[in-house]
């Protein structure tokens, strides 16, 4: 099989494969339901040797930038069997030195909150919430820059980065405040009448019961008001869809449906499955023909 062969399907199966997870709660926000940006990260992920979820939870896209995150800037680097070692990591400064395996060089990087108040980064919600994960971040890419280049493969700047430079603000997924305390407040106890409820009366031996209509209960336990209507899951459109036939028969009636609803015409039964609306619009015209 020839090299050319065997890149075109890796890239079916990770086209597939993007299709199928790009709704799920495994990928971030900001690709959720995007086939072609998942599949994008998924591919830049296989670039540099990540599994497809790991480069779905470690490479950001921040208004069209790419970016890494801290965490996998120090993975890359000890995979590759150099190392990092934090040499202090407080609120207040974070230190960090880098020694390469193969040359022997090394490098000391400190960020101290002088160094982000003069950067402009100390009044930022995140690094007034997450000091010492932020100059963690920051001594981190700055030293890969310095002395692992070759490592991060082009993606030299964390997330938080990145945000600085477009001129938004970054909060990580994984970090999240802490719920305050819940509070338990006293009350005092005072005297009460303690009032005992009747216990339910009993039928006397012999004592006619009362019969209650089969439809009576029925009604009680299976409710009669028709019951909101949702959308099947995608797995059981995906089945539905290819149960309808071959693709291009399938194909034809959905380019006709989506012209029809002013959507793109779906170039697989995954894309088809993935819209709910043109699946509907799909499923109501090959039920009129049958």
Known sequence: MSEIAIVQHDYETMWKLSQRVSNTVFVPTALRGKNESVLACIMYGAELGLGPMQALNSIHVIEGRTAMSPELMRAMVARHGHRIDVVENSNTVCEVKGIRADTGSTATVR????????????????????????????????LCRIVFPDIIAGLSYTPEEVSSIEGVEYFPETMKTEEPAAVVEEVDIVDAEIVEEPA????????????????????????TSPVENTSPPFEFRLRQVESWGGWPYVKAI????AKKIGVEEPISAYELAHSEMLYKEVKMAINSKK
Do not use: H, Q
Not at 200 to 223: C, N, S, Y
Not at 254 to 257: N, Q, R, S
């Open 111 to 142: 960020w101290t909150m002088e160094d982000a108040k003069m950067a402009g980064l100390a009044n930022k919600n995140n690094w007034k919430t997450y000091p010492r994960a932020m100059l963690l971040a920051r001594a981190t890419s700055e």
């Open 200 to 223: 339910p009366k009993r039928k006397k031996v012999g004592e006619k019961a009362e019969f209650v209509e089969l439809a009576d209960v029925i009604d009680k336990v299976i409710p």
């Open 254 to 257: 959905a380019k006709v449906a």
